[in-house]
T-cell receptor, first 113, second 110 residues
Framework: KAGVTQTPRYLIKTRGQQVTLSCSPI?????VSWYQQTPGQGLQFLFE???????NKGNFPGRFSGRQFSNSRSEMNVSTLELGDSALYLC????????????FGPGTRLTVT | GESVGLHLPTLSVQEGDNSIINCAYS??????FIWYKQESGKGPQFIID?????DKRQGQRVTVLLNKTVKHLSLQIAATQPGDSAVYFC?????????FGSGTRLQVQP
């Protein structure tokens, strides 16, 4: 079974721009969660989607948004990029986050200059 | 608030020795915990999980112990190998999301 895939793997953007990251979960998984990983803050939860609905949201500003499609693929968008948004963005999928472990993708490394 | 923490930021062990990585949590309602391993340039990889109705769970070369009284978890790796070098996180599967500790970097010395 193929794992979680994320595209692109690396991205360089300029302050003020916006970016869209994509995540394809493991086949059959309906829950997709997004996390931001930085050296200073560690792994922090952004949001979770289940069956195309946002089920939970972390403490991030409204510039961070996401969506999930009917095939469970998910995208996250960050608008008006700031230098502090530079991070590894990880996507994790599970059949149902509340009952099973999450499987992580390799992440997208975003650098904001 | 909820938090999950780790006692040591770096653990250095000799190849072949056993490793013990510790983790504390604060949410008494937590009922499911996961240990993840993250190698450089990769996403976290599931190692082993444990539910609150268990005290111990064993996998291949790994054992997780859960002490609900003191809200403490530990991950034991037997016969540590160079390939075990990575950052290890414990995660508490709270109601909203996984809450990760800050991680312990395991360094395996040859």
């Amino acid at each position: 079974k193929a794992g979680v895939t994320q595209t692109p793997r690396y991205l360089i953007k300029t302050r003020g721009q916006q970016v869209t990251l994509s995540c394809s979960p493991i086949s059959g998984h309906r829950s997709v969660s997004w996390y931001q990983q930085t050296p200073g803050q560690g792994l922090q939860f952004l949001f979770e989607y289940f069956s195309e609905t946002q089920r939970n949201k972390g403490n991030f500003p409204g510039r961070f948004s996401g969506r999930q499609f009917s095939n469970s693929r998910s995208e996250m968008n960050v608008s008006t990029l700031e230098l502090g948004d530079s991070a590894l963005y990880l996507c994790a999928s599970s059949y149902d986050r509340r009952t099973g472990e999450q499987y992580f993708g390799p992440g997208t490394r975003l650098t904001v200059t | 608030g909820e938090s999950v923490g780790l006692h040591l930021p770096t653990l250095s062990v000799q190849e072949g020795d056993n490793s013990i990585i510790n983790c504390a949590y604060s949410n008494s309602a937590s009922d499911y915990f996961i240990w993840y391993k993250q190698e450089s340039g990769k996403g976290p990889q599931f190692i082993i999980d444990i539910r609150s109705n268990m005290d111990k769970r064993q996998g291949q070369r790994v054992t997780v112990l859960l002490n609900k009284t003191v809200k403490h978890l530990s991950l034991q790796i037997a016969a540590t190998q160079p390939g075990d070098s990575a950052v290890y996180f414990c995660a508490d599967t709270g109601r909203r999301a996984l809450t990760f500790g800050s991680g312990t970097r395991l360094q395996v010395q040859p």
